[in-house]
């Protein structure tokens, strides 16, 4: 979903554990997606792709080298049967003369041939990388490292995928359930105006905290206390609702239910979208059966392991339709 978003369109044409493998891809446009994803770190021109059991295959682009940097890695531990040695000696023996390294992570340089071999879901990809980000600092960061924490805050890995699978780089953003403003802090996209709110007055405080100690003051956020109920925004004027649902004695504690704050989002966010507007909405399984009462489009949806106990259904919909009949949205006093 991240990668779809970023691209702009669906061109992933297999879908591996820990693997996307893409057709027709603008090299730049790829190179930008994976700086700007939460947790996609390298790219590469896929060579080969070959079964576990006949891995050994000659790559005919390595002749004309005279330095081969092999990189292998294993996603989740699959493929213990192959030895990284064996791989390596196979190289050796295959391309004699030539100076063959294993290396820990891919070192573009142009001197030298480097060759990405990654085992995976009973298959061997072989590749050449031609760009590589690591995520070690934004994934380290903890949300209670930053000025304002409060139980429940998102995770900045998590905060930035949820807008990075919207896919929209401008236009206007909005969380109405911002919390500590993770989703507007770490969002990678370059909204024109970001508004977020809370019910909490505590939270909107801290919320601006927190996205001031990152960008400093930046006049495009708009952080507001509210209530759900009374948004107060015009009829399709959002271009992306970027949001997780509260959950928890965070909702309880407000004199409401989860389900009750659940079917009431579900029921009327499409109100807000702009045509071929986009909503990512992060919320609890127990909380899934309200998406049915949206008036979007239900474009594509994941179950995702956050941490310990905690796993959330990601939704993104889309706003298909020039209006959406105001008569089915009329507030409850």
């Given at each position: 979903?991240?990668?779809?978003g970023?691209?702009?369109?669906?061109?992933?044409?297999?879908?591996?554990?820990?693997?996307?493998?893409?057709?027709?891809?603008?090299i730049?446009k790829?190179?930008?997606?994976?700086?700007?994803?939460?947790?996609?770190?390298e790219?590469?021109l896929?060579?080969?792709?070959?079964?576990?059991?006949d891995?050994?295959?000659?790559?005919?682009?390595?002749?004309a080298?005279?330095?081969?940097?092999?990189?292998?890695?294993?996603?989740?531990?699959?493929?213990?049967?192959?030895?990284?040695?064996?791989?390596i000696?196979y190289?050796?023996?295959?391309?004699?003369?030539?100076?063959?390294?294993?290396?820990?992570?891919?070192?573009?340089?142009?001197?030298?041939c480097?060759?990405?071999?990654i085992?995976?879901?009973?298959?061997?990809?072989?590749?050449?990388?031609?760009?590589?980000?690591?995520?070690?600092?934004?994934?380290?960061?903890?949300?209670?490292?930053?000025?304002?924490?409060?139980?429940?805050?998102?995770?900045?890995?998590f905060?930035?995928?949820?807008?990075?699978?919207?896919?929209?780089?401008?236009?206007?953003l909005?969380?109405?359930?911002?919390?500590?403003?993770?989703?507007?802090?770490?969002?990678?996209?370059?909204?024109?105006?970001?508004?977020?709110?809370?019910?909490?007055?505590?939270?909107c405080?801290?919320?601006?905290?927190?996205?001031?100690?990152?960008?400093?003051?930046?006049?495009?956020?708009?952080?507001?206390?509210w209530?759900y109920?009374y948004?107060?925004?015009?009829?399709?004027?959002?271009?992306?609702?970027?949001?997780?649902?509260?959950?928890?004695r965070?909702?309880?504690?407000?004199?409401?239910?989860?389900?009750?704050?659940a079917e009431?989002?579900f029921?009327?966010?499409?109100?807000?979208?702009?045509?071929?507007?986009?909503?990512?909405?992060?919320?609890?399984e127990?909380l899934?059966?309200?998406?049915?009462q949206?008036?979007c489009?239900?474009?594509?949806?994941?179950?995702?392991?956050?941490?310990?106990?905690?796993?959330?259904?990601?939704?993104?919909?889309?706003?298909?339709?020039?209006?959406?009949?105001?008569?089915?949205?009329?507030r409850?006093?």
């Amino acid at each position: 979903m991240e990668l779809s978003g970023l691209l702009g369109e669906n061109v992933i044409i297999e879908a591996l554990t820990g693997v996307f493998i893409t057709n027709n891809v603008d090299i730049e446009k790829l190179k930008k997606s994976i700086a700007m994803s939460s947790c996609l770190k390298e790219a590469g021109l896929v060579l080969r792709v070959k079964g576990q059991e006949d891995w050994k295959e000659k790559i005919n682009e390595l002749q004309a080298c005279r330095y081969i940097r092999i990189t292998i890695r294993r996603v989740g531990g699959i493929g213990r049967q192959i030895n990284k040695q064996q791989i390596i000696s196979y190289f050796k023996k295959s391309y004699p003369g030539k100076i063959v390294l294993e290396a820990k992570k891919p070192e573009i340089k142009e001197d030298t041939c480097n060759l990405s071999i990654i085992i995976t879901d009973g298959v061997i990809i072989y590749g050449i990388p031609i760009y590589y980000q690591g995520k070690s600092k934004l994934l380290s960061i903890n949300p209670h490292d930053l000025p304002y924490y409060s139980p429940g805050a998102l995770n900045p890995w998590f905060s930035r995928l949820l807008t990075n699978i919207a896919g929209l780089e401008k236009g206007v953003l909005l969380d109405p359930f911002c919390g500590t403003a993770s989703i507007p802090t770490w969002a990678s996209s370059n909204y024109h105006t970001i508004v977020c709110g809370d019910i909490n007055p505590v939270h909107c405080k801290g919320g601006l905290a927190n996205y001031s100690w990152l960008h400093g003051f930046d006049s495009k956020i708009n952080i507001v206390r509210w209530d759900y109920n009374y948004l107060p925004m015009r009829e399709a004027s959002i271009d992306a609702i970027v949001t997780d649902l509260p959950y928890g004695r965070s909702v309880r504690s407000r004199g409401t239910s989860e389900e009750e704050l659940a079917e009431r989002f579900f029921k009327t966010f499409c109100y807000y979208l702009k045509n071929n507007g986009v909503t990512v909405v992060s919320i609890s399984e127990d909380l899934y059966k309200f998406y049915k009462q949206s008036l979007c489009y239900l474009d594509s949806k994941c179950l995702m392991f956050i941490h310990n106990k905690l796993s959330r259904v990601i939704l993104r919909f889309v706003k298909k339709t020039q209006q959406v009949d105001p008569s089915s949205l009329i507030r409850q006093g």
